[in-house]
């Protein structure tokens, strides 16, 4: 009788769903998988309310600062770089995105890294994250590192240079995905 009990007890119980029970074995690859999603989302939004005219602009009279579309280009340079390099591969690349000329191109190279990328993130787990990978710097020192610190130092970067991107919005009158109003409830 007590087993039956406890058989129609734990029928009784709501079922766990997938996603929880890959979290909670894997909380920091899942963090840092809900990071980077939220920041790409909020990139590739950012990147898209900037009117065309302005990718070209800079933030001052410095040639050597990057354009709005240049920052865009480096994004999705390095998503490529550090996303080919966490997953063992050749930089799939087709080359320097810095040197796009319009809006669509830009855009279009950023979706790709990013959905390069999101392989990447998506397949991570604790235990892959912890493997030593080896790597390139830009210099071409040879250096390794673990799989979840490259991936880290890539959500970093790309936080870091949406963080430079709202400024140029911010000169143009124009209000960034992220200050938006929120709806109410």
């Known amino acids: ?14 079922a766990v769903p997938a996603a929880a ?4 074995a ?3 690859s899942t963090w840092l998988r809900n990071a980077y999603t939220n920041n790409r989302n909020g990139i590739l939004r950012l990147a898209d309310r ?3 005219e302005n990718y070209g602009m800079r933030p001052g009279p410095q040639q050597d600062v990057r354009t709005f579309g240049q920052q865009v280009g480096h994004l999705a340079n390095y998503n490529y770089l550090w996303c080919s390099e966490a997953k ?8 320097n995105l810095e040197k796009l000329n319009t ?5 279009k190279a950023l979706n790709d890294a990013f959905a390069y990328c999101d392989g990447v993130y998506g397949a991570l787990t604790d235990a892959s994250g912890t493997q030593m990978i080896d790597i390139t710097q830009e210099n071409g020192r040879q250096t390794r590192n673990l799989r979840l610190g490259l991936l880290t130092l890539n959500y970093a ?8 991107m709202v400024i140029f ?14 709806p109410k409830p």
């Open 169 to 182: 919005l911010r000169m143009k009158g124009i209000v960034p995905p992220a200050s938006e109003p929120r």
């Open 88 to 95: 063992g591969e050749k930089n799939p690349s087709p080359g």
């Open 157 to 164: 970067h790309n936080n870091e240079i949406y963080g430079s």
């Open 103 to 107: 809006k669509a191109e830009f855009i």
């Open 21 to 24: 029970q890959t979290a909670d």
């Open 1 to 14: 009788m007590t087993v039956k009990l406890f058989a129609i007890a734990l029928l009784a119980l709501p």
């Open 26 to 28: 894997n909380p920091m």
């Open 50 to 52: 900037m009117p065309e």
